[in-house]
């Protein structure tokens, strides 16, 4: 299984930025995803997830009603649509597969593929 995460790139407070996380391989058809980021000097951090349906999702309340995570299943390809950035929203951000698929895991050790990162500046 292998995660491309793309989208990244500098934008401006209060911009929006979509980044995207195409699956491929054997990913199976009932997975969850999730997005975590890493900000310079900073642990790893939980920012909202999936569930395979689309019926749960998750999110971090630093990020609650500015981000969404749209999915298309058919593509295997998960969004991270990113709302009112702010310059703390700076961090590379990994997209992540769980096969446990019912939930929207915010737990890093749920999931067991990742994306390489894709990073996300966010200037004043």
């Known amino acids: 299984v292998q995660l491309q995460a793309s989208g990244g790139g500098l934008v401006q407070a209060g911009g929006s930025l979509r980044l995207s996380c195409a699956a491929s391989?054997?990913?199976?058809?009932?997975?969850?995803m999730g997005w975590f980021r890493r900000a310079p000097g900073k642990e790893r951090e939980f920012v909202g997830a999936?569930?395979?349906?689309?019926?749960?999702?998750h999110y971090a309340d630093s990020v609650k009603g500015r981000f969404t995570i749209p999915r298309d299943n058919a593509k295997k390809t998960v969004y991270l649509q990113m709302d009112s950035l702010k310059p703390e929203d700076t961090a590379v951000y990994y997209c992540a597969l769980s096969s446990s698929g019912n939930y929207a895991w915010a737990d890093g050790y749920r999931y067991r593929y990742w994306g390489q990162g894709t990073l996300v500046t966010v200037s004043s």
């Open positions: 999936i569930n395979w349906t689309g019926s749960n999702t």
């Open positions: 391989g054997r990913t199976g058809s009932s997975n969850a």
